[in-house]
């Protein structure tokens, strides 16, 4: 299954509208804490099988728990804001272990056992773009390249390999200049923010859990 299909599915449903972030709205904002389970906001997006998506907690941390064993699915939330007022986008993530034979750089290895999306739509469909924040099974960290199927969504190593398996990790980047580096042009509004564990490609098994979604302004405007 092509999961550039996510891509198009979010555009389609955005028309009904979403979280909107003020432009003037100071501080951060957390899409989801997960205290009370996974708000409605997420919508499931099914591609092959079903990824299964929980909400858990413990006295430290909520998270929201993903299990994938031959399947495909994602999890999206609708939002609305301009990446240059609120370009910082923070998260944490935990895996249980990589992708034996997960390769980036190939269709049959394109699974990942985390990834975060953020969304760029467009009017004409095939014209949405993604930053795709993945942990990696070979691409070392900072690598960036196309997407297996489409140039629309860029595959950023963020982590990559076994070395911090087991452990939460927190993530922080600045999507408006990822945005500009690696499609060579202004951004449009964030749309969409996007997880997803898959295995479909690969047919392996993966576990991984999301940390609260963070939203905020860089400490200076972007120039």
Do not use: C
């Amino acid at each position: 299954m092509q999961k550039k299909a996510l891509l198009h599915a979010i555009i389609i449903t955005l028309t009904a509208g979403g979280l909107t972030l003020g432009a003037t709205a100071p501080g951060e904002q957390i899409l989801d804490d997960y205290r009370a389970g996974i708000a409605p906001g997420w919508q499931p997006k099914i591609f092959s099988g079903q990824t299964h998506y929980r909400a858990e907690k413990n006295e430290e941390r909520a998270w929201i728990q993903a299990t994938s064993t031959a399947a495909a699915s994602g999890l999206f939330y609708k939002i609305d804001y301009a990446p240059q007022l609120r370009p910082i986008l923070k998260w944490s993530w935990k895996i249980d272990h990589i992708l034996k034979t997960g390769d980036a750089r190939t269709k049959a290895g394109d699974d990942y056992p985390a990834r975060i999306y953020v969304v760029f739509p467009s009017v004409f469909f095939w014209k949405t773009k993604a930053l795709n924040y993945i942990w990696a099974n070979r691409l070392p960290v900072g690598r960036a390249l196309p997407n297996a199927y489409t140039a629309n969504a860029m595959m950023i190593a963020v982590e990559s390999g076994p070395a911090k398996t087991g452990q939460w990790v927190t993530e922080e980047r600045n999507i408006y200049e990822d945005y500009k580096l690696y499609f060579g042009e202004e951004p449009g509004n964030v749309g969409a923010i996007a997880i997803m564990t898959d295995t479909d490609n690969t047919g392996e098994n993966a576990s991984a859990g999301y940390g609260p979604i963070i939203i905020g302004a860089a400490a200076e405007p972007p120039h």
